[in-house]
């Protein structure tokens, strides 16, 4: 039972357009959602966080969108580059443990 | 770079036997985490510590078992390999007690059980 929902499995994207990436949770004791960047051969990396009293939150090209009473949010990836061909996994914790989304596997195409 | 070391990197055993992996982290965190990364499944957590001998379980851990008798190593031990716990382990840390979900992760030890 996956406790974070994550969609879509794959994305290809055109160097330059925006990636979009949705998530969904269910248990409403989450607290705090960040999003990882893993590269092949690589452990995850964090990427950006938002926490739920924040709707919106934007580093550089990288944008959490943060929806508290749909249970869902979103990474936008602005002006999409090849080096951002990787996976990203959202994920949702509380009471110190991180539950992942399944992943999707972005590639820019150059 | 949090000073994470994951050991073996990569390793292949045959059912039945016993494996142990090694997170080493060089600072002294007092959180530590051991996921395992399947295709579909993402990242799912097995085990975590909170401090020296304080251990709990994950969502996943039928089959592992978890050692800490120094801050600064993680042991994660299948004591009897099956072909389904062929995965990627990663060990993370977290550099605070605070609930940030800030996780750093290790590189990985791929393991194989044939």
């Known amino acids: 039972q996956q406790q974070v929902k994550q969609s879509p499995q794959s994305l290809i994207v055109q160097k330059g357009g925006i990636s979009i990436i949705n998530c969904a949770y269910e248990n409403t004791a989450f607290d705090y959602f960040p999003w990882y960047q893993q590269f092949p051969g690589k452990g995850p990396a964090l990427l950006i966080a938002i926490r739920p009293d924040v709707s919106e939150k934007k580093e550089g090209r990288f944008t959490i969108s943060f929806n508290k009473s749909a249970k869902q949010f979103s990474l936008h990836i602005m002006d999409s580059q090849p080096g951002d061909s990787a996976t990203y996994f959202c994920?949702?914790?509380?009471?110190?443990?991180?539950?992942f989304g399944t992943g999707t596997r972005l590639l820019v195409s150059p | 770079d949090a000073g994470i070391t994951q050991s073996p990197r990569h390793k292949v055993t045959e059912t039945g036997t016993p494996v142990t992996l090694r997170c080493h982290q060089t600072?002294?965190?007092?959180?530590m985490y051991w996921y395992r990364q399947d295709p579909g499944h993402g990242l799912r957590l097995i085990h975590y510590?909170?401090?020296?001998?304080?251990?709990d379980k994950g969502e996943v851990s039928d089959g592992y078992s978890v050692s800490r008798s120094k801050t600064e190593d993680f042991l994660l031990t299948l004591e009897s390999a099956t072909s389904s716990q062929t995965s990627v382990y990663f060990c993370?840390?977290?550099?605070?007690?605070?609930?940030?979900?800030?996780?750093?992760f290790g590189e990985g030890s791929r393991l194989t059980v044939l």
């Open positions: 993370a840390i977290s550099e605070s007690d605070r609930n940030t979900g800030e996780l750093f």
């Open positions: 600072e002294n965190h007092r959180y």
């Open positions: 994920a949702a914790t509380g009471f110190q443990k991180l539950v």
């Open positions: 510590s909170y401090g020296v001998k304080d251990t």
